[in-house]
């Protein structure tokens, strides 16, 4: 089986620091990692290769240290990795991103299943892995929390806030996994120096079939208004009285005071 | 000079961080309390190349260095002593002798499962009346045909019983006296070796030294570890491998110790501030800090001479010497930064105290560790 991982190196967001003054993030110092999600995507990579046999690429589109997080990859047992980098990509959205990463898997050219963690935790849009698909025009299964592969049926597990459904899918497919799918393996000592002695591909611009257009600043149309936290919900209010019916009671005044009914 | 790690071994020492604060932190307290020994930590240091680091590919090995090693004893004893010393008697002690004496074949068949982890190592010299000195050591080895037949019993062995692998010591002529001193390996499940009490200790608690018994113990003479007679030289020249791991096991230990005191210091709060802006303990962890960084100095160089075949007897004996006693002193004022909240077991420092007393007393107690220094600068 042809598997690819699609990764983001991103800061270590428990070590980021928050400027009093300005509300902004401080982002000098702080260690990048590999996005913690597409840990999990690479684990859940390799649990199928170890089972099914075949081969997990993985690649990353960044600035050339992303070659770290690649090489961390690497460490963990992926098999090759490729680095996408061009200035030309500087300032790419998820669209200008996924339109660049997709053109970089058809260039890879043979693949079975598509990996990417649920979203990136410095961005949070979880965007780019459902748009690679589109640009593809492949199927996608979102906020997997389980997967099984029999033949080209791969049958998941679709993590919701109030359950799960199972869904089935075939070949070639993209899907987005969740952190309670897997813990990601340590790399061992063996796979570490191989990792640093692993030559990782640069591809650029001009290795890809891309329209300029369509790349970096120019191709994300994107703008980002404001960034804010949003607002922490509330605790829910408990009505515990003695007996069910006087807290129905209760709970129908309080109703009826909001104006609900 | 050069003071930079390599990025390889950078990378090592950060996997095995990970690793140690994962999958070893957070049972340390707990397998002390209850003197447990955590056979799944070590097969896991297994699957992940650790006990195997130094050796090559060709024996199982990750084909790594010894300074590699040392890091990854100091990161492991930096949250687990236990852990720490049972890695360091597995590579240095038992792994060692057979790369370094043994023959291709005794190396296929034992150093290869150690080093890749399938199969745990010990090391067996001290007896009860042969410590310090190992020249009054009674084990006997008598070659029979194809055979040797051992006979006495060992103490304080570290992994005993738990280990599949011993290297132990007998006298296969008493009248050589130390020269009469041989190595043999011995396989745990031969008919006539057993295992006796498990110590109950001060300190290292989940790590377990037992008493091994040789009862008419018969091992094929193919186990015979170098020539007879060269026992002696085997044990002190692993020993003096053994001493980097224990100077690098302190190490962590005092490192340890001395995060734990930084941080305790910056969040307890007495009269209205930290702890830490009074002098009294800022300086003492200047101290400690000062002691912690001079000791690394020495451990990585005893390793880095190790690493590249330099002489390192005199260099390891240096490690174990100041890092045992940077261990002893950094975890005795972390307590006493602690206060009495340091002293309980709600807090991790008690037990690194009570780990570093062992590490001024074992492979070669600090009293030796001066006889080998003053030995060579008196030369």
Request: proline share 4%; charged share 25%; glycine share 10%.
């Amino acid at each position: 089986m042809e598997i690819l991982v699609c990764i983001k190196q991103v800061p270590d967001t428990a070590e980021v620091k928050i400027d009093p003054v300005t509300n902004t993030l401080i982002r000098q110092g702080v260690p990048s990692i590999v996005n913690p999600f597409d840990k999990n995507a690479l684990e859940a990579a390799l649990q199928l290769k170890d089972k099914h046999g075949g081969k997990v690429t993985v690649i990353s589109m960044g600035p050339p240290q992303a070659k770290e997080a690649l090489r961390e990859c690497l460490a963990m047992g992926a098999d090759n990795a490729i680095l996408v980098s061009d200035r030309a990509f500087g300032g790419s959205d998820t669209l200008a991103t996924s339109y660049t990463l997709a053109a970089t898997i058809r260039k890879i050219g043979t693949y079975d299943l598509i990996f990417c963690g649920k979203q990136a935790i410095d961005g949070d849009t979880a965007q780019v892995g459902p748009e690679i698909a589109e640009h593809l025009g492949i199927a996608q299964i979102t906020y997997v929390a389980k997967i099984e592969v029999n033949g080209d049926t791969v049958s998941v597990e679709r993590e919701y806030e109030e359950g799960y459904g199972v869904i089935e899918g075939k070949l070639p497919l993209l899907i987005s996994v969740v952190k309670s799918i897997n813990e990601p393996r340590y790399p061992t000592i063996k796979g570490t120096m191989k990792a640093n002695r692993a030559e990782i591909p640069v591809w650029t611009m001009a290795d890809l079939d891309v329209d300029e257009q369509k790349l970096g600043l120019k191709g994300s149309p994107t703008q980002v208004r404001r960034i804010f936290t949003p607002p922490q919900r509330t605790e829910g209010v408990i009505i515990q009285k003695d007996t069910a019916w006087e807290s129905v009671a209760v709970l129908i005044q309080k109703l009826s005071d909001a104006k609900i009914i | 000079m050069n003071f930079e790690l390599t990025k390889e071994q950078e990378d090592i020492r950060s996997m095995i961080r990970d690793f140690a604060e994962k999958s070893v932190a957070p049972t340390a307290a707990e397998r002390d309390e209850k003197e447990y020994f955590p056979r799944e930590i070590f097969d896991q240091m297994g699957e992940l190349g650790i006990l195997g680091l130094p050796y090559p590919e060709e024996y199982g090995g990750a084909g790594s260095d010894f300074l590699s090693y040392a890091m990854a004893v100091e990161e492991i004893s930096r949250v687990c002593a236990s852990t720490g010393i049972g890695l360091s008697v597995h590579v240095s002690l038992c792994s060692w002798p057979i790369f370094h004496y043994g023959t291709e074949e005794q190396k296929q068949k034992f150093l290869r499962p150690l080093a890749e982890g399938t199969k745990l190592g010990a090391f067996g010299l001290t007896e009860p009346n042969a410590g310090t000195d190992a020249s009054a050591a009674t084990t006997t080895a008598v070659k029979d045909g194809d055979h040797y037949i051992l006979n006495g019993a060992k103490i304080f062995n570290t992994n005993g019983g738990e280990a599949e692998i011993e290297v132990i010591f007998a006298s296969t002529d008493k009248a050589a006296g130390l020269k009469g001193m041989s190595a043999f390996i011995v396989e745990k499940g031969t008919p006539g070796l057993s295992f006796g009490k498990k110590e109950v200790k001060m300190g290292i608690r989940s790590s377990v030294q037992r008493e091994v018994f040789m009862k008419d113990c018969r091992i094929p003479a193919a186990n015979l570890l170098g020539k007879e007679g060269q026992g002696f030289k085997i044990a002190m020249t692993a020993l003096d491998g053994g001493r980097i791991g224990v100077a690098a096991q302190s190490l962590g230990i005092a490192q340890g110790a001395l995060e734990q005191a930084i941080k305790y210091s910056k969040e307890r709060v007495q009269f209205g501030k930290p702890i830490s802006s009074n002098q009294a303990i800022a300086f003492k962890i200047a101290d400690m800090a000062a002691k912690v960084e001079g000791a690394r100095l020495l451990v990585y160089r005893a390793a880095y001479h190790k690493s590249h075949h330099l002489p390192y007897s005199k260099e390891a004996a240096m490690a174990k010497l100041v890092a045992s006693d940077a261990a002893m002193s950094v975890t005795t004022d972390a307590v006493q930064i602690f206060g009495g909240y340091g002293y309980t077991r709600e807090y991790p420092v008690e037990r690194m105290m009570r780990d570093a007393k062992i590490t001024q007393i074992y492979e070669g107690t600090n009293e030796v560790q001066r006889m080998v220094i003053s030995g060579a600068v008196l030369r």
